[in-house]
């Protein structure tokens, strides 16, 4: 019991990284209708710019350059990668999109090579608590936490300032938005930065249990993530904060009982069942196609 | 009379002069394959990666299905080939942890017909799991299916398959080609089927749907058989060339066949240009040419005299340079090198008239 329930803490961590990361996915695929497949490498990529801070930098500064530097590398990608090929295909924004993720992967590979590298440890995160007789430490506390708080920041941002407003205009009807006169690529932008930003929170949380980083780590967990952000409901919000919860929590429960080789197939599992009985999702409004 | 039956079918023989320029080329080098070692594996992997792009293109070139499931297939086809055609007095070394199944243990097959059953249990599996899955649209397609091949491979390296594909231990010791010949004719019937199959009505059909699905269908295309022909027979030879790849690299593990091989053969078949046959084989040529070209860069590297020997030039730096010229081909040549366009001596000479035209 003890231990089914220290998974269970360390299930629901994982669930809230998977969260931050999902809803990157879920943002940028309601403006754009675009998986974002290089939303996982941006989120290796923080691991490596925590990595080199905090080699510099108190942790109270390298967590700020890590969350800045990450949002700028977001904003940049979609900036070069994704707004030449605003009006192509579709198939081609999603393959500028996998070619991102080959170059992060390669690049990574080139500056700091194939190893793992050590991540920093943050003292005041991998602090042990004992509440009752479960042990458990801040990291795994503090994770859903902080997810559920940045989650409600951003439902307000959405339902109560301009940006919000713009952001829901555009993934509502992207040619009207632009005709009553948002502008459309600032509002993509912004999408791009706040999706990173989370990504950046994430990979903190996540890395900080993992203790290394190399530059293949972000492709299975932003794949599991998209997977999050389908079984919510892709679009929704909450639904991707209950599909990272979800997937989390089912992941490591499959590992504790031993079969650690299923974790990552089971999600593929989930989604393929979620795709045929509810294409939607969970939270996810019906579209209908209109010829 | 004579010269007008040359003309008409000048494309077919030239065509054929070509292929048997290539076969005495590959004859040559094969003859003394000791020198040309360095060649002969180029051209084997540029070979075997045509046959997976040109399998990716029938898919997501022609029938415009947005399918990312070409490694899992792969990895079928290469066990099942690796498990037949390993040589009986290897397999208790290789199954050194738990031992290979009594069922296995003295079953062996010759390479062709192991390759081509590889072949058809990823197209049973693909007939099996696309009648749910080719209902999705394009990028729950992509996922899902990229989601299938993360699942084939979770399969093939779990511990409870360990008697039969040796789980995550890998297999070594597969018998490779016995020539870069044996490799050119293996995958030119791949090509050369798949060529066909585009080129037949099916094929056809698989192009109305790729334009537009909803007149496809209002024009009497059976959508759903459609899709799932072309998802079964690209499966089928992505297996088939997993077999290949399997007899090429000679030892395989499920790590090879991981999502960044599909990611690899996508940006072929981008590159050659996605729904060009000749476009795919081309793309795969210059892709993995230009791999080991790029090796210079690497290490510091001698230019005109001068050494350049800046710190930037150091392993893993020619893959950074390929990604980088790759996205640029996504970004601005979005048509990759040939286009929707086949190559064909026809098209080179009419290529040439209209260049003539022009100057006059």
Redesign the interface.
Known sequence: MQYFLEQCLIGISIGGAYALIAIGYTLVYGILRLINFAHGDIFMVAGYIMIFTTANFPIYISIPITIIATCILGVVIEKVAYKPLRTAPRMSIMISAIGVSYFLQNFATYLFTALPSNYPPIYFLKKQIHIGYLKTNMADILTPIITILLVLILIWILKHTKIGLSMRAVSRDYEAASLMGIKINNTISYTFAIGSILAAVGSILYFTNRASVFPYSGSMPGLKCFVAAVFGGIGSIPGALIGGFFIGLCETLIKAVGYSTFSDAFTFVILIIVLLLRPTGLFGEKIIDKV | MKIKFLIKNLNIILSVIMILLCLAFLFIIDANNGSNKYLITIIEKSLVYAVVALSMNLV?GFT?L?SLGQAGFMAIGAYITAIFTIPIKFRESIYYVEGINADLATMTLPIPIAIILGGLVAAIIAAIIGI??LT?K???L???T???S??I???I???MMNTITNG?YGLKRIPSFSGVLECFIYCGICILLMALVINSSYGRDFKAIREDE?AARAVGIDIFKAKEISFVISSFFAGVAGGLLAMFMRSIESRTFS??LT??I??IV?LGG?GSITGSIIGSFVVNIGKEALRVFDKPFTIFGFMVDWPIF????R??I???L??VV???F?KGIMGGKEFTFDNIIKFFKKKGEKHE
């Open positions: 997501i415009g947005f749910p899955i999705l394009s990028d729950y992509a996922i899902a990229l989601g299938l993360e699942i491979r979770a399969v390296a779990s511990p995550s909803v999502v960044n990611y690899e996508l940006l981008v996605i150091r392993e893993g730096f893959m950074v390929f990604s980088i790759l996205m996504v970004l601005f979005k």
